[in-house]
């Protein structure tokens, strides 16, 4: 058992993510240089096989569910059931060969989220929450850190793959919130673990000016059942669709809301 909360959606869930992260495993075991020596061509081969797998076991347990998915599904994020898929997610990483990626897998209904997994499958790492019910490391319930202050905490950040503007912005909140003497910054390369993170109390707060419903879906959850918050970076309500975002361990939202908007243009 991954966490000792059950949900027909966790469980259906809990099979995709076995099902994508054994594709996954398979690629990142047997060495993707040594078959091909275009990376980007054979990590592609994962995504998009890790994708199939789990969209068939979701498929084969709610024929009438949209599914979005990075890599070739277009669901229609208004449906009353609605899968978000990132069957990759730390392409870099993987590409890599760090084991610090993931499969990332959410159900909302009527777009809220109500189940989400976070399954690193190198590490065999289960991050599972369903709403009301709390987060779950490996079947052991995480919170977030209890951090008053920015100067008790470290902060992620992920860059999205735009080197303009958006980088610098990115670089700029970096410095001020060094000089608040926080305790470090991280960039780790996998959002949906980023987010997993602040609900295990390791950052105390993660910002990126640009993500994608399918790498925060299930992290978003999953911080909220820990206790923490997550909004856009300007305080908003975050949409399901490509937005910045800002998660928290709650306590420190608005300070850090306060250093971004000095960034955000
Ligand atoms: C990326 C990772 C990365 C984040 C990027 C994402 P991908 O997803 O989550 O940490 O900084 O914004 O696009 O491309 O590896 O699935
Ligand atoms: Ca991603
Ligand atoms: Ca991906």
Redesign the pocket.
């Known amino acids: 058992m991954i966490a000792p909360i059950q949900t027909p959606e966790l469980s259906v869930a809990e099979r995709a993510a076995l099902a994508g992260g054994e594709v996954l495993r398979r690629y990142f075991r047997d060495g993707f240089e040594i078959r091909n020596k275009d990376v980007a061509n054979l990590v592609s081969d994962a995504d998009i096989e890790a994708e199939r797998a789990i969209v068939e076991v979701i498929r084969a347990a709610h024929p009438g569910h949209e599914v979005l998915g ?1 890599e070739s599904h277009r669901g229609d994020v208004s449906a009353e059931h609605l899968w978000i898929i ?1 069957p ?5 990483n993987f590409a890599h060969r760090i084991p610090h990626h993931a499969v990332s897998i959410a159900y909302y209904r009527e777009g809220r989220a109500e189940a989400g997994i976070v399954y690193n499958p190198v590490r065999d790492e289960w991050h599972v929450a369903a709403r009301g019910q709390g987060a779950y490391l490996n079947g052991n319930r995480v919170r977030v850190a209890d951090h008053e202050s920015l100067d008790q905490s470290l902060v992620g950040v ?4 735009n080197r303009g503007a958006m980088m610098e912005a990115t670089l700029e909140a970096i410095g001020d919130l060094k000089r608040r003497q926080i305790h470090g910054i991280r960039r780790f ?4 673990l ?1 987010l997993c993170m602040v609900g295990m109390g390791m950052f105390g707060a993660y910002f ?1 000016l ?3 419903p399918w ?1 925060f879906a299930a992290g978003r959850l999953f911080v909220e059942e820990a206790g923490g918050r997550v909004t856009t970076c300007r305080g908003a309500e975050l949409p399901l669709a490509s937005t910045d975002i800002l998660a928290t361990n709650g306590r420190l939202h608005d300070v850090v809301l306060d250093v971004l908007a000095r960034h955000l243009t």
């Open positions: 990075e990132d990759l997610d730390g392409t870099n992920g860059f999205y793959y390369g996998t959002a949906s980023d990126e640009e993500l994608s790498d």
